[in-house]
T-cell receptor, first 116, second 112 residues
């Protein structure tokens, strides 16, 4: 398995509080991604990073921010959590920018976030 | 607006049977179509992928069939086993693109 650790694995918090999820990789891959998984929607890209301090928005980026100060760490922050952000969050890493390359995206085991 | 539509949402198959999951896409610029398999409590993992220059790709018991004119592709699991019970996602991207667009997912249960 690709060396990806997501923390925490589970979190329950209240509406309006800030939340930070961490993704840590030991593969030295350049590209890192944050997805959310919801029933009926599959996985949707929130933000991704193509290098230290280089990030870009995905299709559902509103309400989320990210930071990448080191190659191995990619942080996802919910500045003021809302109930609509209750979801399972997955981090993924890749050696290549293109999913169509022979270096596929490898996923972590997810963080289950509940916002009450 | 879902650019990749997947069906069925859930599927129950007997051991030894054939499981078939279908996907349809709208964006004609998509030219890479992977399938991911996800077990409970785990992240998705790449299972098999196809490009539109071929109509079929087989790896072991897993086959992707691709119909470019209909903008549809499907996953066939032959001789389905209880260990195949998982959620399956189709996805699509452009060769030059940096993003995967996922279908809604299909929960497959293979009964012993």
């Amino acid at each position: 398995d690709a060396g990806i650790t997501q923390s925490p694995r589970h979190k329950v918090t209240e509406t309006g509080t800030p939340v930070t999820l961490r993704c840590h990789q030991t593969e030295n891959h350049r590209y890192m991604y944050w997805y959310r998984q919801d029933p009926g929607h599959g996985l949707r890209l929130i933000h991704y990073s193509y290098g230290v301090k280089d990030t870009d928005k995905g299709e559902v980026s509103d309400g989320y921010s990210v930071s990448r100060s080191k190659t191995e760490d990619f942080l996802l922050t919910l500045e003021s959590a809302t109930s609509s952000q209750t979801s399972v969050y997955f981090c993924a890493i890749s050696e290549s920018r293109r999913p169509s390359s022979h270096q596929p995206q490898h996923f972590g085991d997810g963080t289950r976030l509940s916002i009450l | 607006q879902q650019q990749v539509k997947q069906s069925p949402q859930s599927l129950i198959v007997q051991k030894g049977g054939i499981s078939i999951i279908n996907c349809a896409y709208e964006n004609t610029a998509f030219d890479y179509f992977p399938w991911y398999q996800q077990f409970p409590g785990k992240g998705p993992a790449l299972l098999i992928a196809i490009r539109p220059d071929v109509s079929e790709k087989k790896e072991g018991r897993f086959t992707i069939s691709f119909n470019k004119s209909a903008k549809q592709f499907s996953l066939h699991i032959m001789d389905s086993q209880p260990g195949d019970s998982a959620t399956y996602f189709c996805a699509a991207s452009e060769t030059s693109g940096s993003r995967l667009t996922f279908g809604e997912g299909t929960q497959l249960t293979v009964n012993p």
